[in-house]
Structures are given as structure tokens and as C-alpha cells.
């Protein structure tokens, strides 16, 4: 499974941005996917999680205020984020689960300005 991620860029404090992981090969394989978030000398961590049943999970840091969908005919998971906050910049990385492989994506930079 390949991920293609996309969507990030430069928005003000309280803005939205919508981020996009579009997947392509052995889709239907694939039990979860998740965004991690990497902040400059830290190790990614997980923010959203979606299964293939459609059962979410947030980080306590975007709980409330990031959103993860799936639309399974268009192979792509989405992070809405809203009220977005300066701490909030970071590389966004999508990810892949499935029985017997994972992938990540390219990160795509989301920064917050005040």
C-alpha cells in the first residue's frame, strides 16, 4: 500500500485545515489508518486513529477539535482540524495497518501562526 498525504500549509491560529491520505495498492487489506504528528527532535505520535469499521480514536491534544473521516470509495482518510493552535505545527504523517504490513506516508508541514 502506497499513501499519498496532502493538504497542509500555513494557517493563522483558530483557522481550519483539512489533510488528505489517499491510498492506492492493496487497499482492502488495510485495518487502520492513523495521523501521527512529529514536532522538531520529538518521535511521532498518534493523534487519530480510524478502523475499517469506522471506529475513532483522538489524542487528548485534539480530542474535540480534530476530526478523522474515511471515504472508502476515494481509498482516503481525512483530518479535519479546527481552532488550530501555534502548538499544533508539526510534520503530519498518515499511516497504515493491515495484517501483515504497514506504511506510512510522505509528512506534509502544517504551521500555525499567531
Known amino acids: 500500500v502506497q499513501l499519498q498525504a496532502s493538504g497542509g500549509g500555513l494557517v493563522q491560529a483558530g483557522g481550519s485545515l483539512t489533510l488528505s491520505c489517499a491510498a492506492s495498492g492493496s487497499t482492502g487489506s488495510i485495518r487502520a489508518t492513523s495521523w501521527y504528528r512529529q514536532f522538531p527532535g520529538k518521535q511521532r505520535a498518534m493523534i487519530a486513529a480510524i478502523s475499517s469499521g469506522g471506529n475513532t480514536a483522538y489524542a487528548d491534544s485534539v480530542k474535540g477539535r480534530f476530526t478523522i473521516t474515511r471515504d472508502n470509495a476515494k481509498n482516503t482518510v481525512y483530518l479535519q482540524m479546527n481552532n488550530l493552535k501555534p502548538e499544533d505545527t508539526a510534520v503530519y504523517y498518515c499511516?497504515?495497518?493491515?495484517?501483515?504490513?504497514?506504511?506510512w506516508g510522505q509528512g506534509t508541514l502544517v504551521t500555525v501562526s499567531s
Open positions: 499511516y497504515a495497518q493491515a495484517n501483515t504490513f504497514t506504511s
